[in-house]
Structure formats: structure tokens, C-alpha cells
């Protein structure tokens, strides 16, 4: 992976791939001991999902995938199907990145150990019901559903100078930019109405533990002014704002 990035204010986008194993298979009749006659039409229901595998087992993979979800969504923008995070942020987000990879195969590596175990425990507590585990996979196939990787690529992002050239190129990037520009204030919408409807509706007062949040938001912020100059004062305002808070909080108001 090229994690050497030199770019001066630009983007350095993060594409990010998790597959993790549901341990499910479509469950039909012949899975079930129901007859036809005991199950309603086809266009009324549908049967579902069968469990072949301890489910349990598999969530550490999910709250991994949540975390690094997270992650992306605090520190960077969407950027064509990846993760743009400005260049001067990109050093401490691979640094967390690399955690949540390395805490994914570790726990890859111990489900591979126990697996065979795992799975003859799961059949075993269900012996009744072999025609309904039908399909399971070995260890092998099962960890090949498994994977944590992702690339890392660094775009320049275009100047004034750029943006005002009215050549097909220059038109190409300005409309990149503002592309770029608008998912990230939409972004910082979301996170700010989601602080709102969280932490501000039905209560008497902001908490503490609120304050993170918009940390959050201010940090995503001030990470990509270089590219809207509009930026700055918005951030300087939520500094202000962050500071009278702080005040507060040391005189013991809240």
C-alpha cells in the first residue's frame, strides 16, 4: 500500500473494503418440516434465513465495520466510492485505521482457530434439525468471506487559479470541486442535525458529553478550509462558541 503522501493541501483518499461472512443461507421448505399446506402462498410470505453457523461469533466483524464507518464519516468526506480525508489529517486517520485492521484479523485469525470447534458445537446443539444446516462450509471457504484492505491514493485539489480558467479542463475541475464542496457541507448538516435531535430536543440544557460532537464537526471543518474560504469564519465562530462553553463549564455552570 503507498501510504507516502506529499501532497500540500490536498486530499488523500482512503478506499476501503470490509467483507465479513453472514453465516446465512436462504431457508426454503425442505429446510422446515412444514408441508405445503401448512405454509401460505409464496407471494404472501417469504421464508427467510437459516443460520449454518454460531452468529455470535461474528459480531465482533460487524462492530469493526461500524467503527471504521464511523470513523470515515467523522474525519473525512465521500469522494467517488472512497473516503477523502485532507492531506495534514491522513497521517493519525491511517494511524486509527490500521487498529481497526489489525483488531479485524486478529479476531479472523482466532475465529480460523476455533472454527471447526465452533461449527461441530453448532451442529451438535441442533441435531434435530440437520436437514436445516445443510450447506454448511469448511474452514477454509468460511475465512475466505473475510477481508479487511483498502488503498490509498492523493489527489491535488484545483487552486483559484484553476478554477477560474474557463477552458474544458478548467470547467472539468471547478465542477469537481464544488461536487466535493456540497457533499461535504451536506456531511456537516447531517452530523450537526444529528447532534441537535441527540443531545438539544427535550432537554434543558447542552451537556457536556455534547461537546464532542461538535468537536467533531469543527475539526471535519477546519480540516478541508484550504478549499472554501467561506470556512474559516465558520470555524472561528465555533471556536468562540466551544471557548464560552469551556468557561462555563470550569465555573461549574453546567
Not at 26 to 41: I, S
Amino acid at each position: 500500500m503507498n501510504q507516502q503522501v506529499s501532497v500540500e493541501n490536498g486530499l488523500v483518499i482512503f478506499s476501503i473494503n470490509i467483507r465479513k461472512w453472514s453465516a446465512n443461507r436462504k431457508l426454503r421448505q425442505e429446510h422446515t418440516r412444514a408441508r405445503t399446506e401448512d405454509l401460505p402462498p409464496a407471494d404472501l410470505i417469504s421464508l427467510g434465513v437459516r443460520k449454518i453457523f454460531d452468529t455470535s461469533e461474528l459480531t465482533v466483524f460487524e462492530a469493526i465495520r461500524k467503527e471504521t464507518e464511523r470513523l470515515c464519516w467523522d474525519s473525512g468526506t465521500k469522494f467517488f466510492g472512497g473516503t477523502a480525508i485532507p492531506r495534514g489529517e491522513a497521517d493519525v486517520f491511517l494511524e486509527k485505521l490500521d487498529a481497526l485492521k489489525a483488531r479485524f484479523d486478529k479476531a479472523k485469525a482466532d475465529l480460523e482457530d476455533r472454527y471447526d470447534h465452533v461449527l461441530n458445537q453448532w451442529r451438535n446443539s441442533h441435531q434435530d434439525w440437520a436437514q436445516t444446516l445443510e450447506g454448511t462450509l469448511e474452514r477454509d471457504e468460511a475465512m475466505s468471506r473475510f477481508n479487511f484492505s483498502y488503498s490509498v491514493s492523493e489527489i491535488t485539489v484545483p487552486g483559484d487559479e484553476d478554477v477560474a480558467n474557463q477552458t474544458p479542463l478548467g470547467k472539468k475541475l471547478a465542477a469537481s470541486k464544488t461536487s466535493f464542496l456540497d457533499r461535504m457541507y451536506e456531511e456537516i448538516a447531517e452530523m450537526a442535525t444529528e447532534y441537535r435531535n441527540r443531545s438539544l430536543l427535550g432537554k434543558e440544557k447542552a451537556t457536556v458529553r455534547g461537546l464532542s460532537s461538535i468537536e467533531t464537526i469543527r475539526n471535519k471543518l477546519n480540516g478541508l478550509s484550504f478549499m472554501d474560504k467561506r470556512v474559516k469564519p465558520l470555524v472561528k465562530a465555533i471556536d468562540a462558541v466551544l471557548e464560552r462553553l469551556e468557561k462555563r463549564i470550569w465555573l461549574g455552570v453546567y
